[in-house]
């Protein structure tokens, strides 16, 4: 019995249904970009001089920034909503 094919066929459902999950959280704008708060080299994208997502050098760089939900920013200390 060949048991890979419904494996296979249960996991490429679990990633569309996470795909149209984050394509739908990106549509209704509900996160927002929180600078200032970000641990060195988890920023989510271009900032301070460098065009990639995870080169911040040092915590909570001003600039530096990550996708939260909508409403959390204000929420962390030293949180600053970029728009």
Not at 15 to 36: D, F, H
Request: aromatic share 2%.
């Amino acid at each position: 019995m060949n048991t890979q094919k419904p494996i296979m066929a249960a996991a490429l459902v679990a990633l569309g249904i996470v795909a149209a999950s984050t394509y739908s959280n990106a549509a209704t704008n509900n996160t927002e970009k929180c600078s200032g708060v970000v641990k060195a080299g988890m920023n989510d994208c271009a900032a301070n001089g460098h065009a990639c997502a995870g080169m911040a050098k040092t915590n909570s760089a001003k600039g530096e920034w990550i996708t939260v939900a909508k409403g959390t920013c204000a929420k962390l200390t030293g949180g600053v909503v970029i728009r």
